[in-house]
């Protein structure tokens, strides 16, 4: 805190960061257990370890821009703004979720956020992100698209496709590339004959470099720059965010193929203890303001919760509603 | 069909009318534009697009590299994105590299995000056999597009529906796939009346009353020759052309079927589990009483297309074939 | 069906059926590996493949990246150089990525050589829906496969089958394409009989008179509840599986229709263009004047799979569903 | 010629090079006018000027190795030994073609020559490469898979999936790109952001390099080399082969897309004339050998049309044969 009680703005920065990472994983700490409870089925990915990558890489972003992402896109969704009522009843199902209980977990979508998914298929949402891309420059406007994706996506033809048509025709995305070492249960190096991922996209003539995904400062800074650069109509840019998956990767692994060490020497570094640690020392947080912050969190979550258990579902005779679009939409 | 010099009379080819529905489309709505392998300077590799790019130029016309996978991907977000891409893949074989963002993702995205998202695409290919293209460039998949919930599937059979398919296909907010079959581009026939057509319906080419030969695309005009034969042997054959593949216009199929009360669906592709099956299934199903005979089917032949001309011929629906089946049936009666 | 304790007699699940198939295979032949995405030290996505990598290596359970076109192909490589490889493909969905090498390839290239060359390949993948997996992982395109000559395509529905179909599927020199439906690995039942089984004939899984319910895979398993719930209202109904889907053994089904003169296809795949189809058309085609009343189809609604379970439960063939198409047929006849 | 009227074993050498290119070049002019006279139907691909490639390539491989080639492949087929009888048989769908006549040009087979085509889908030829070297691989075996395909696959997701593989597993195979920089009629400045193409192979940590393909003595050494690296176990190679293809692309092709010019200028290097022109300087070559070289090509042409013309063809009855291994094939 700052002496006269008045929070600076860089302070009021870093408080931010640090609350949308703590929304995020107490959401999915409240998904765990909804799924455990069966409240919640299908597969189920949580991005817990990696928040600082989805909350650093949205600040740099407008309402204007394009959002992009997998299906471990909780943290996503929650940081673009999806109200967390809406994921849970998502999650749950509900004719109130953000698809309508149509998608589930791995399908958030959001039109007025302008969150194009939630796409389950590794590597398919990259066309998608370039198209949005090559949209915009046709049109002449200036949103850019930010398209997320695991580092497992790069061994995918259409992740080589992708980067050749942006970089072709300049296209403005900024391809973030979430490296958590680890696609399902195969790691980096056992599936990439070469594991600096720029130099792939250096191999497209692609301004690529990498970032500490475990700092969310940093991601904000690295995103930031790409950004501009991307909206100075510099073409696309790719940037490979380092981070880590604390847990399995779905309710389904049991995680036989990492060392419980592996695991613990990267929760040293969680991007949440490390933020509050950097306000900590920069006088800007102490126990009582993250007391205070879990707080809120938690009431923010148990309202979700509840209006995600109260939503109704979508009436049966529906079910071949949105196939293709109603009159009304068109 | 072969190209063929104009004949006194107006007349356009296949060819000329897709290339005129692409050139209204471009003019008219600025929206629109044309991405696929070789669709500009080349020309088009069946010479469709030929001319737009010095009208268009390389923004709306626009070459892709060889990424099928990639670009009607990218066919797709532009879409979301606002605009009312046309992607041309060159043939529906390639399109399996693509088939992927087709069926998971387009086709896919309006129901998934609860009506939400739209992708108002347009996918043309060419299809089916003929031309001894052998077995990586002659095959009709067009039965597979037809399975799929959220797509539209149309398949142009005449001059007109050439000419005036597109515009409804374009003002479609969901994604579409127009199938141009190979062997129709050279054709050359009367010009086209002045649209529109309606993209609901199929259409009955030749009117009849003993049997009901059933197509669309290049079987069309195998039924028709079919048709002549027969009616020079005094049988009178209706023949119906499908047009759109998905949603499949049973009402017409079935009308036409409690006229004739036998039916022979012609396909070009693979007879097991093919458009033809669902066709004949439907019948049998929703007409069974009025049927006087089983349906029959006449399709390729299930291999690879060779490339020996006698080979390929033995192997794709011909007229002879459509009449035997003919015949067969009334025999069997 | 849900994983459950073994009972009292022994037991063993679907999963562990196929593992026990792999298993054999690997011990019998040394050109035999299996390769794909988490095969190895995941242990499988759907853990058929558990334990594996201990036993033989990783050289044999070859882990690969995301690359399912690559590594298909790389299958359809190796088996043309004289191993026996097994691919894995997560599920039939993604198998999309892939289809071109399959069809255009694989399939293609024993008739395209003129016979020089053959592909001992199998292909196994998961298929279906029932699990909350949302439109992108729920589908069940076996149909499109079953279209491919030059492709087999088996469905194990019984725990025999997944025990003892691989092997023959090996011993094939044309590649094999294998679906395991995910709702059936924890389903756990009598251990099986000591095999062989054939890959050219369909089951009678449950004699009756009155009706032919004919389904595969998981299908078989709502067509066997539905046969319970007929019988206890005195309808005694037929359960045919396919098994085979390609080439289809049209003449056992035709055996029962002809005793049973009424067809109910269940399918969960969408029912236009789909495998129902062609069964739905060969009885109509083949058993036409054997028939009491038109073949009906139980398929699932062509919607991408909902997630919401009420939904997807309403979207999927139910038992019920199948009842009620049966006494629809009663009551029409 | 030496002296002593013996020729010396280099100049028998760089003469069976020149002769090797030419009964290519003689060959792809038959069948030019055998399209003409409408013998030969469907896609006709010609290789007139990129001759020394697949000449310079086949020097380097012993007949245990593999070839894999896509629909450009009659040069490929002959000058690994495939009778030119047997490819016009093809090409006329005959019985006694290489592929029985259900291929045609675009599928040359060979079981005995060990050529695996002869693929008409631009770059699905690659993953096949590599699984026949991973065949080779798992059993221990020496053999080379050489793999030809252009410039244009390098778009294509599956050779970055196969460039992966490849490179992850070691395995033997030689990447032989052919650069005739053109894909139809699509420039690879106009399709690639990156127009070096070793750059991509380098991107997967494979030894790649660029040479001069018209030049068939430098494509030979080159190739030598690679070869010589992955019969060694080191892994995969990758050689961008800088060549024109003289005509256009396919006899559809109304070649619109380049200038006249810059024809010429690639025809001033023709790699025939080129290999003449230096076997004349070593004193292996003059007149009366050029023209006794043409006449045994043409005598071998004039015999391999006749033969195609008088085969018999596949009997329409046997039209469902091959679609699954028969019996005796087992
Ligand atoms: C095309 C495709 N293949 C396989 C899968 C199954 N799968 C789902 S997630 C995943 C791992 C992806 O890893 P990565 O891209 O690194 O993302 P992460 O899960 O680590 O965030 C796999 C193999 C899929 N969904 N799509
Ligand atoms: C997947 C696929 N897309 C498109 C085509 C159509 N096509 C045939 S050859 C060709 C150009 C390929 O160019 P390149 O790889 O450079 O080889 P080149 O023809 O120059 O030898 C194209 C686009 C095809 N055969 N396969
Ligand atoms: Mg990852
Ligand atoms: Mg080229």
Same mark, same amino acid.
């Given at each position: ?9 860089e302070?009021?920065h870093g408080l931010h960061l640090l609350r949308e990472m703590v929304?995020i994983r ?21 991005y817990i370890g990696e928040e600082a990558v989805a909350v650093g890489a949205m600040q740099a972003l407008t309402?204007?821009d394009n959002v992009v992402g997998t299906?471990r896109e909780h943290g996503h969704?929650l940081a673009r ?42 590597a398919?949402l990259l066309?998608?992100a370039?198209?949005?891309g ?10 850019v698209t930010a398209c997320f994706f695991g580092e497992g996506a790069v061994a995918?033809?259409?992740f080589?496709?992708t980067m050749?048509?942006a970089a072709?025709?300049?296209l403005p995305v900024v391809f973030l590339c979430e490296n958590n070492r680890y696609a399902?249960?195969?790691a980096l190096e056992?599936s990439e004959?070469q594991t600096d991922l720029a130099l792939k996209a250096a191999s497209y003539a692609m301004p690529a470099w990498a970032v500490d995904g475990m700092d969310v400062e940093a991601v904000e800074a690295a995103v930031r720059e790409q950004v501009a650069i991307v909206r100075g109509?510099g073409g696309p840019c790719f940037l490979e965010a380092r981070t880590y998956r604390f ?15 592996e695991?613990?020497r990267w929760r040293e570094r969680d991007p949440i203890d490390a933020q509050a640690a950097r306000l900590?020392e920069r ?48 | ?174 994604? =579409? =796939? ?119 089917? =006449? ?35």
């Amino acid at each position: 805190m700052s002496g006269d009680g008045q929070i600076s703005a860089e302070a009021a920065h870093g408080l931010h960061l640090l609350r949308e990472m703590v929304r995020i994983r107490r959401l999915e700490e409240r998904c765990i257990e909804l799924y455990s409870a069966a409240e919640i089925r299908g597969f189920l990915h949580v991005y817990i370890g990696e928040e600082a990558v989805a909350v650093g890489a949205m600040q740099a972003l407008t309402a204007e821009d394009n959002v992009v992402g997998t299906y471990r896109e909780h943290g996503h969704a929650l940081a673009r703004g999806i109200p967390a009522r809406r994921i849970l009843a998502e999650m749950l199902g509900r004719v109130e979720g953000c698809s309508r209980g149509r998608g589930g977990s791995m399908h958030l979508f959001d039109a007025a956020a302008r969150f194009y998914g939630g796409n389950g298929i590794v590597a398919a949402l990259l066309p998608l992100a370039a198209g949005l891309g090559l949209a915009e420059r046709m049109q002449g406007g200036s949103r850019v698209t930010a398209c997320f994706f695991g580092e497992g996506a790069v061994a995918e033809g259409e992740f080589h496709e992708t980067m050749n048509l942006a970089a072709l025709w300049r296209l403005p995305v900024v391809f973030l590339c979430e490296n958590n070492r680890y696609a399902m249960g195969t790691a980096l190096e056992r599936s990439e004959s070469q594991t600096d991922l720029a130099l792939k996209a250096a191999s497209y003539a692609m301004p690529a470099w990498a970032v500490d995904g475990m700092d969310v400062e940093a991601v904000e800074a690295a995103v930031r720059e790409q950004v501009a650069i991307v909206r100075g109509g510099g073409g696309p840019c790719f940037l490979e965010a380092r981070t880590y998956r604390f847990r399995a990767h779905s309710m389904y692994d049991p995680d036989l193929y990492r060392t419980k060490e592996e695991i613990a020497r990267w929760r040293e570094r969680d991007p949440i203890d490390a933020q509050a640690a950097r306000l900590r020392e920069r006088g800007a947080l102490d126990d009582a303001a993250l007391a205070a912050l879990e707080a809120e969190v938690a009431a923010e979550l148990d309202d979700a919760v509840a209006f995600a258990r109260a939503a109704p579902l979508e009436p049966v005779e529906d079910l071949e509603r949105f196939v293709v679009t109603e009159a009304a939409a068109r | 069909m072969t190209e063929t010099a104009p004949a006194a009379t107006a007349t356009m080819s296949f060819r000329a009318a897709l290339r005129e529905a692409l050139r209204d489309a471009l003019r008219a709505d600025e929206r629109v534009f044309l991405l696929g392998e070789d669709v500009g300077r080349y020309g088009g590799s069946f010479g469709v697009s030929r001319g737009l790019l010095d009208e268009f130029g390389p923004e709306r016309i626009r070459d892709t590299p060889l990424s099928e996978s990639g670009f009607v991907g990218a066919g797709i977000g532009a879409a979301l994105g606002g605009m009312r891409p046309i992607v041309e893949v060159m043939t529906v074989n390639f399109s399996m590299l693509a088939f992927d963002q087709i069926v998971n993702t387009a086709a896919s995205l309006s129901h998934m995000s609860g009506g939400q998202f739209h992708v108002p695409l347009v996918v043309r290919m060419t299809t089916g056999g003929g031309r001894q293209l052998a077995a990586q460039h002659s095959h009709s998949f067009e039965g597979w597009y037809a399975h799929v919930p959220g797509l539209r599937v149309l398949a142009p059979a005449t001059i007109d529906d050439a000419r005036w398919m597109l515009a409804p296909a374009l003002a479609d907010p969901d994604p =579409v =796939v127009i199938f141009e079959h190979g062997s129709l581009y050279g054709w050359e026939a009367a010009e086209p009346g002045p649209g529109p057509v309606d993209l609901e319906r199929a259409a009955i080419r030749r009117a009849g009353t003993d049997v009901t030969l059933i197509g669309s695309s290049q079987s069309v005009h195998v039924a028709l020759a079919a048709a002549e034969a027969l009616a020079a042997d005094g049988i009178s054959a209706e023949v119906v052309d499908l047009r759109v593949l998905r949603p499949l216009d049973t009402a017409t199929i079935l009308g036409s079927v409690a006229r004739t009360h036998r039916a022979v669906v012609v396909d070009e592709g693979w007879r097991s589990v093919g458009l033809s099956a669902e066709v004949a299934a439907r019948i049998a199903e929703e007409a069974f009483y009025e049927l006087d005979a089983p349906v029959a089917r =006449v399709c390729t032949a299930e291999v690879p297309l060779p490339y020996a001309k006698h080979l390929e011929d033995a192997a794709l629906p011909q007229p002879e074939r459509v009449v035997a089946a003919v015949r067969a049936m009334e025999a069997g009666a």
